[in-house]
C-alpha cells in the first residue's frame, strides 16, 4: 500500500523504519502522558507485538522523511475481524497537512478493502480534543469505555464498517 498525496507518501512499515516508529510515539506520548509498560513493549519490539500478530504499520513521509506513523493491530477480543487503531503520531514539525487524517484514512482503506475488517476502535484520553475530532472526522463514534491496559485512557471509539 502506497498511496500520496502531493509530497506526502504512505508507506508500510520496513524494519528501516523501527526508530521512526519508536521516536514518533515516544515524542507524541511524552508530550502529554507518561510512558507506559504496555508502550515500551509494543515500541521496543513492532515485528513481534504488531506486525506478526496480524497488525501492520505505516508511515508518512514527507520530503523524504519521516514524519508521522499509526499502526493497526489485531484485535484479541473474541470479535472476529476487529481491528485497534493505535499509535498515531505525526512530528510537530509536519501537523497542519493533514497527514493524521492521511494515515487514519489510509488505514481504514486496508481494514475495509483487504483485511474484511468489521469494526475498529480506538483508546485515547479527552483531553486530546483535536485528536477526538479527527477521529470523528474518519468515522469514529464515541462508545462506552471498556478496560484497557493504557491508565492515560478514558474515551473510547469505534468505526463499524
Request: hydrophobic content about 40%; proline content about 4%; glycine content about 4%.
Amino acid at each position: 500500500m502506497i498511496e500520496t498525496n502531493d509530497e506526502i507518501k504512505i508507506v508500510p512499515y520496513e524494519s528501516k523504519y523501527k526508530e521512526n516508529f519508536k521516536n514518533l510515539s515516544v515524542e507524541w506520548i511524552s508530550q502529554y502522558f507518561k510512558m507506559e509498560e504496555e508502550d515500551i513493549k509494543v515500541l521496543e519490539n513492532p515485528e513481534e507485538n504488531i506486525l506478526n500478530k496480524g497488525g501492520h504499520i505505516i508511515f508518512a513521509i514527507l520530503n523524504g522523511e519521516v514524519v508521522g506513523t499509526c499502526a493497526l493491530l489485531k484485535s484479541e477480543e473474541p470479535e472476529k475481524f476487529c481491528y485497534e487503531l493505535a499509535k498515531m503520531s505525526v512530528t510537530p514539525k509536519a501537523k497542519g497537512k493533514q497527514i493524521g487524517f492521511l494515515l487514519g484514512q489510509s488505514l481504514i482503506n486496508k481494514a475495509k478493502q483487504e483485511l474484511n475488517a468489521k469494526k475498529l476502535f480506538l483508546e485515547t484520553n479527552s483531553i486530546l480534543t483535536p485528536a477526538i475530532k479527527l477521529y470523528e472526522k474518519l468515522g469514529f463514534k464515541l462508545i462506552p469505555l471498556h478496560s484497557s491496559v493504557y491508565s492515560r485512557c478514558d474515551t473510547m471509539m469505534e468505526l463499524i464498517i
